[in-house]
Every structure is written in C-alpha cells, then in structure tokens.
C-alpha cells in the first residue's frame, strides 16, 4: 500500500519528485494521469496540463505529483486521514450539456476539464446522530507554552494614523490605473495556505463548522416530513433550497480542507447532537448555529496571516451569511433586523458549536481554543410566540448556547398563524407587531461553573480565568456595549442573576441590539471594537449565549 506523503510539507520538493501515484479513499492506489497537474487559474481559463509543475487550483488544493513513500502493509500511520483529491472527468454531465446545447461536446469549452472531487464526508461513515456517552482517550485543547495572560493595551501604530485621505495620489502608482498599496499586490503568486498557527486554528474551527452545517441541512430534510414542512409554509421549492445549502456546504468543506494544506493538515466530519424536535425549532436552531459560523469568521478573516486564505474564505462566509439569513425566514423571522452582522472571537464560537459534538473520529484534529462556562437565559425571546412578551421561563428545548424556542400550545403559537404583524410561517419577510425584545427588559441568567466536560468525547473542559461575573457583555452589530450584573446568587453548583436590557445605537435609526446575537458575562466593561473584541476572553465568566433579540 502507499499513502500520499503530507502535501504540506512535501509540496515544494514534490515538483522534482517521481510521476504521481495518488490514492482514492477506498484505499486503491490509481495509476498516474495526465490531467492530475491541471491547472485553472482564477479567471476561469484552464491552462494545459504540465508534467512537472507545481500548480495551485485556486481553491487551494494544491495539485503536485505526490511524493510516495512504502509504508507498513498492515494499517495506515496512526491519526492518518486521507480524502480523494483526484480530479476526473464526468462524462455523463458533458454529454448532457452537449445533447441540450445540441453541439458537439468537443466544442463546449471546459466540457472535458477535469474537476476537482468535493471531500466526502462518508469517509467517517457517520450516519447516526445523539449524545456520547463514552470515556474520552485525551482531554483538553491543544496547548503549549503561553508567554502572557493578557494582549496588552498598546497605543496605535502610528503609520497607520500618517496617510492624509485629502482625494490626492501620493504615491507613484505601480501601473496605470492602480494606486499605490495594498497587500498582495505586487504579483507575487497567491499561495492558497494556512501560514501560521492563528490561521490554522481558525481555519480548523470553520472546519468543523462546516462540517456539522452539512450534516445538519440534511438532517432537517430527514427527520421531518413533508406534511410537517408545509404546515411551517415551506413548498418543495424550499425544501430543494435546503438540500441545495447542504451541498454549498461540502463544496465549503472542501475548499477549507485544502487551506488546511490537504489530508495532513484536515479534520474529517464528526457525529453531531442535536436540541429540535419540531420544524419550527430545528430553523430556530440553525438560524443561531450558522449566526455563530457566519460572526465566528467575521471575527478572525482580517486577523488572518494569509490575504489568500481570507479572500477565499470571505468567499465561502458571503454564502454563509445568505444561509443564516434564509434560515431566519423559514423561522418566520424578519430577515434582517440590523444594519451590520458583528463577529466574535473563535473562543466564543467553539463554545456555542461544542455542546453539538457529540465524537469525533481518532484521526481528528484537536483545537486550540478557549471552551467557556455554559451561560443560558432563563427568559429567552420565544420567536414561536405571536406575542414574545408573554415568554415564561426555561421556553427552550435541549441544550446549549444556540437551544431553540420551544414551540408554545397552538393558540400562543405564530406558526400557520395568518394574521399579518402576528405570522411566523416561512416568508420572506414576517413583520412583528410585538416585537421578539425590548430596551428595558429584565434578562434572567444561569451560568455555570468551569470545569465540565464538553464537546467531541467529552473530551474538552469549560475554563475561564476571569473573576467573579459582574457584567453582561453585548455584543451585536459594531459595538459592544455592558449592562451590570445583578441579583447574583449560586445554588447546586449553578449561578443566577439579572441584568436589564440596555437600549444603545450605531448610528441614528439603527437600534445596535437586535436579530440573533451575542451575549456573555465579564468580570470589567473594558471597552473593545470590532477589531480588538478577542482581547475579551480572559474576562470572559460564561458565555457566550446566543440571545433572540429580534
Ligand atoms: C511583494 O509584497 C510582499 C508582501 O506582500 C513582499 O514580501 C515581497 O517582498 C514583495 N515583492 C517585491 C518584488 O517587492
Ligand atoms: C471518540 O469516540 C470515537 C467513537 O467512540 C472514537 O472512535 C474516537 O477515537 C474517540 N476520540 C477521542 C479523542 O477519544
Ligand atoms: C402581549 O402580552 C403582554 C404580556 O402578557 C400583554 O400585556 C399584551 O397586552 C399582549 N399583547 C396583545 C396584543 O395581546
Ligand atoms: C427553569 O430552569 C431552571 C434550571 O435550569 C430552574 O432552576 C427553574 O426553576 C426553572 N423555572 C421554571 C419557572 O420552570
Ligand atoms: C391568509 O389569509 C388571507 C386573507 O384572509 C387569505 O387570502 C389567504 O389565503 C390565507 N393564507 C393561508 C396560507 O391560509
Ligand atoms: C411592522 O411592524 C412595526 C413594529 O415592529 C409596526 O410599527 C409597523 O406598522 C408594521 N408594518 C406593517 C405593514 O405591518
Ligand atoms: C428589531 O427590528 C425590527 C424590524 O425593524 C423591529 O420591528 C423591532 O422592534 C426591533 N427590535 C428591537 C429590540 O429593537
Ligand atoms: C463601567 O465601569 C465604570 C467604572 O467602574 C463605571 O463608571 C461605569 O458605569 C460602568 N459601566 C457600566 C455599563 O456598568
Ligand atoms: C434584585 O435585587 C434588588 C436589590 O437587592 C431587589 O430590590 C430586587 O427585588 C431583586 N429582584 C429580584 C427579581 O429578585
Ligand atoms: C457604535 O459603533 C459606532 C461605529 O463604530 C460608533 O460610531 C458608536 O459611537 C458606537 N455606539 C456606542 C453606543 O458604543
Ligand atoms: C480596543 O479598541 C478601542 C479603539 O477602537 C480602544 O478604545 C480600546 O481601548 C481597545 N481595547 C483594548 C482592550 O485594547
């Protein structure tokens, strides 16, 4: 048997290694092809294959001929995970395009290309769903040595405060028409790849993101029938729409593969848990777990160290954020209830994707980000309600961070409810009269302590380093804004208190709290923008939580 050696380390050499024998994930070993140095590049055009070269498809894949090695005959290296990254031609859908364009297929041009394989996701063989329930074999987030508890607050780099924006050019430009600056425009050739350890610990992240999105779109399609998602006011149309979203997702799974560098540096799909029970909750729920996916990128793309990597990762994250924004109308939700969508730190989102892990397969990659204290709102805006004032407590079923509104009896209920400003079916658009919260409404809180087990085996342990909570910290659109933490008290090794809803702006006619957004408890009202909101975590107590503002 032979197993591709690790492409990131091995690509560069790679380009004087021998022809290419590269392997599919059923474990054959392929004979070299002509077409595996094909390569396309960004404009769309395909340049002839080369024997030798090293070549990127702009996805990121990185396409050489594979080093081999003669390994064991008996099993693969422990922890090895291995993808088909063989492009083919399909000769079905060429001859399909020909007959409809009734022309030659030879005459389409691209017809015949050979196309990447999206990464499949049955490698695992994972199929069932539910809570583990078993001994994990490690424990913790990848770590090593730490050289501070804190970022320190630094004044501004003061070239950045030297440009004079006056409408004049003040440079030469490089060539006609582009203005001076700019990163990653001087031609260097882009490389498609993670370049440190912040990159490849997010990019992990969205990983694994991705990966439950997939598996949770189909499983929506699965679980319910098709009686019980036309009486949530979704047609067939809509029903395609979903599946049409899960295949988005291994498209998304594949490319944030290969910016991991390939097999060696990829994650494989893991077994997932899941809080509905009823269609209305299982869109409340998604519309909160791709909120979490979508802010979660938004809060680290312009930190990364690859321009490359983030140009094609805001690729993927502009269709995530249609996703999050059609899974709100299919819970009835106004679509989009805000000016700005906010990003939080990766801590902040592996915390809320944790609790739906349920295993992983041995080859996983661990992560090296933070698991805070569950924080839950006891009065949680129940988005199934025609009027959400009259939201009781503990109105969510399951568990976790992104836990859905429970369906209230049908009377209080706004599915199927026909009555405009009182309607929550799927719709475009849903306009409340009584709108989900308010400025000025009482939040209940229960947090717990650090120190459970969460996540993929149990294998991850909740953790803070922050005093004891004195604040909420909120977190929506632009800014962050604290409201005090009040009426706090433990019992059975649970915390509770309150704190108030605050009413603040971004800009005149943009109330900043509303849609689904992000809550969490502090022990300072430290001020933090966009940019610098991942400073936060060491004061972070609990949370996040994902709160249904609107
Ligand atoms: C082009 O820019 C990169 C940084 O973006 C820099 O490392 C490299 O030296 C530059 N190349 C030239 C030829 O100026
Ligand atoms: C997690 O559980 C799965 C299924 O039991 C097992 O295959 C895997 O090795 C476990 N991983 C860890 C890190 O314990
Ligand atoms: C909504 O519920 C609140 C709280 O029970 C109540 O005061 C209000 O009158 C209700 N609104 C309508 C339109 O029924
Ligand atoms: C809500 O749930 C909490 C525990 O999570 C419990 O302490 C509380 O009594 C419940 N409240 C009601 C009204 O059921
Ligand atoms: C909703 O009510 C309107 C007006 O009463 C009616 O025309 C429409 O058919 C109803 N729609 C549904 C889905 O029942
Ligand atoms: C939409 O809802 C708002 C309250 O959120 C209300 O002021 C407005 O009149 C409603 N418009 C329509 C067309 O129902
Ligand atoms: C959120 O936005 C909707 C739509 O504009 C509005 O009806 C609602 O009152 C807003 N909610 C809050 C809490 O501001
Ligand atoms: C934040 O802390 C400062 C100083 O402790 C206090 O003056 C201010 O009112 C606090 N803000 C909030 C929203 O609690
Ligand atoms: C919260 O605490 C304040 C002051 O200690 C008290 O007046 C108030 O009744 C408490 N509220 C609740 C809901 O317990
Ligand atoms: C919210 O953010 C905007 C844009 O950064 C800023 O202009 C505004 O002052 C902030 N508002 C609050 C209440 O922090
Ligand atoms: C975050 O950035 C803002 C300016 O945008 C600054 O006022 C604040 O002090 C920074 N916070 C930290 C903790 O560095």
């Known amino acids: 048997m032979f197993y591709k050696a690790s ?80 492009p083919s031609v399909d000769t079905a859908a060429a001859l399909s395009a020909a007959s409809y364009a009734g022309i030659p297929v030879s005459d389409i041009p691209g017809a015949l290309n050979p196309v990447a394989p999206v990464i499949s996701s049955q490698v695992t063989g994972v199929t069932s769903h539910g809570p583990y329930s078993g001994t994990p074999t490690t424990t ?24 004079n924006p006056d409408g004049l050019l003040h440079e030469p430009e490089p060539v006609p028409y582009q ?60 029903r395609f729409l979903i599946e049409f979203m899960a295949d988005q997702e291994s498209g998304h799974a594949t490319l944030l593969s290969n910016l991991l560098g390939g097999p060696g540096g990829a994650t494989p799909q893991c077994t997932y848990n899941y809080p509905f029970t009823t269609v209305h909750e299982a869109f409340d729920f998604t519309q909160k777990l791709t909120r979490f996916g979508e802010s979660g990128v938004w809060g680290f793309q312009a930190h990364l160290d690859s321009r490359e990597v983030a140009q094609l990762l805001d690729q993927s994250i502009a269709t995530e954020a249609r996703q999050q924004m059609i899974f709100r109308q299919f819970a009835g939700l106004f679509p989009m209830p805000v000016w700005f969508e906010t990003g939080i730190p990766q801590s902040w989102a592996w915390t809320l994707l944790a609790p739906y892990i349920s295993s992983c397969p041995s080859n996983s990659k661990r992560l090296a980000w933070q698991n ?51 309607d929550c079916s799927a719709a475009i658009a849903q306009n409340r009269s009584i709108p989900l919260s308010y400025p000025g409404r009482t939040v209940y809180l229960e947090w717990e302590n650090p120190g459970k087990a969460v996540g993929p085996n149990n294998s991850y342990v909740t953790s803070t380093s922050a005093k004891a909570a004195e604040f909420v910290i909120w977190v929506s659109q632009l800014n962050v804004t604290y409201s005090p933490l009040t009426n706090i008290t433990s019992k059975d090794g649970m915390n509770y208190g309150m704190t108030i809803q605050p009413d603040v702006s971004t800009y005149e006619g943009d109330p900043a709290i509303n849609g689904t957004m992000f809550i969490a408890l502090t022990d300072a009202n430290i001020t933090y923008t966009a940019f610098n909101l991942s400073s936060v975590n060491p004061h972070v107590a609990a949370g996040p939580f994902l709160y249904q503002a609107g």
């Open 140 to 163: 913790g987030a990848v770590t090593t040595t730490a050289l501070a508890s804190e970022v320190p607050v630094l004044p501004p780099n003061p070239k950045e405060l030297g440009y």
């Open 372 to 422: 805070f204290p569950g924080l839950n709102v006891l009065n949680q805006p129940n988005s199934a309600r025609w009027n959400a004032t009259q939201t009781g407590f503990n109105e969510t079923t399951g568990f976790g961070g992104a836990a859905p509104s429970t369906d209230p009896p049908a009377g209080e209920s706004c599915v199927g409810n026909n009555v405009t400003g009182f």
């Open 179 to 238: 203005p001076a600056g700019g990163l990653g425009t001087n031609g260097t050739e882009p490389v498609y790849m993670v370049q440190s350890d912040f990159d490849y610990e997010s990019i992990l992240l969205g990983l694994y993101q991705e990966w439950i999105e997939l598996d949770l779109f189909h499983n929506i399609l699965a679980t319910f029938s098709e009686e019980e998602f036309t009486a949530a006011g979704l047609t067939a149309s809509d």
């Open 7 to 86: 492409i990131v380390a091995g690509f560069i050499a790679a380009a004087h290694a021998a022809p290419a024998v590269s392997q599919i994930s059923d474990g054959q070993v392929q004979a070299p092809t002509a077409t595996a140095a094909v390569s396309q590049i960004s404009d769309g055009q395909v340049q002839a294959p080369t024997a030798t070269a090293v070549s990127q498809i702009s996805d990121g894949q990185i396409q050489a001929p594979a080093v081999t090695t003669a390994a064991s005959p008996s099993s693969p290296p422990f922890g090895y995970y291995s993808y088909n990254q063989q």
